[in-house]
C-alpha cells in the first residue's frame, strides 16, 4: 500500500501536471499500461488521493516517477 506520503505526492504532482485533484477520463488515458484504474473505481473513487492510496508502495513509486516527467513537460511549455 502506497505511504501517506507518497499519497500527497502524487496528488501534488497531478495538480501541477495540469490533471487537478478529480479522477478524469484525461489522467485515465495519460497513464502508463500498467498502472490504470478502471470507469467503475474513476465513479467510485472521486478523487486522486483515494484512488492513490489503492496503489502498492511499487505503483506509486512509478506513478511519482511519470508524473514528475509530466510535471517537468508541463513547466518547460
Same mark, same amino acid.
Given at each position: 500500500?502506497?505511504?501517506?506520503?507518497?499519497?500527497?505526492?502524487?496528488?501534488?504532482?497531478?495538480?501541477?501536471?495540469?490533471?487537478? +485533484?478529480?479522477?478524469?477520463?484525461?489522467?485515465?488515458? /495519460?497513464?502508463?499500461?500498467?498502472?490504470?484504474?478502471?470507469?467503475? /473505481?474513476?465513479?467510485?473513487?472521486?478523487?486522486?488521493?483515494?484512488?492513490?492510496?489503492?496503489?502498492?508502495?511499487?505503483?506509486?513509486?512509478?506513478?511519482?516517477?511519470?508524473?514528475?516527467?509530466?510535471? +517537468?513537460?508541463? +513547466?518547460?511549455?
Amino acid at each position: 500500500m502506497a505511504s501517506a506520503k507518497q499519497i500527497t505526492y502524487i496528488t501534488d504532482l497531478a495538480v501541477t501536471a495540469g490533471y487537478g +485533484k478529480h479522477l478524469s477520463s484525461r489522467l485515465a488515458a /495519460d497513464l502508463p499500461r500498467d498502472i490504470s484504474f478502471s470507469s467503475r /473505481d474513476a465513479s467510485r473513487l472521486q478523487t486522486v488521493q483515494a484512488w492513490a492510496a489503492t496503489l502498492s508502495t511499487a505503483q506509486a513509486s512509478a506513478v511519482i516517477d511519470w508524473l514528475l516527467a509530466k510535471t +517537468k513537460t508541463a +513547466k518547460a511549455s
